[in-house]
């Protein structure tokens, strides 16, 4: 059995981790730089509060899978959390259909 991960799963990983930076991030002190696994976090968006991003409950993620198995040098993923206008917002918040919870 090999010790890697699949494609799939590590791309999940950067997902959640989506959730876990920025503003409104659900594990506090995780650095907006540095790296999970070989992946290495290149660029995320605006996290001030007056920001259009923030302000539409939007937050993205950009890494650089360089060494991380299945993906080419160079190659770039970007993870993003927010919804659209269109969803049930059942939390009162207006944004990001509570935190992604509903879908998890």
Known sequence: MSSE?????F??????????????QGI?????S???GN???EFQSR???ESGEVGAGFYAIAYDMTGVAGFS???TVIAYRGTDANL?????TGKDGCNGASYL
Do not use: K
Not at 5 to 9: G, H, K, L
């Open 88 to 92: 049930a917002d059942r939390c009162g």
């Open 47 to 49: 996290v001030s509060p």
């Open 5 to 9: 991960i699949s494609r799939n799963v």
């Open 11 to 24: 791309l999940s990983i950067l997902a959640v981790d989506s959730y876990n930076r920025g503003y409104g």
């Open 73 to 75: 040098a160079g190659q």
């Open 34 to 36: 540095g790296n999970i």
């Open 39 to 41: 992946a290495t976090i």
């Open 28 to 32: 506090l002190g995780l650095s907006p």
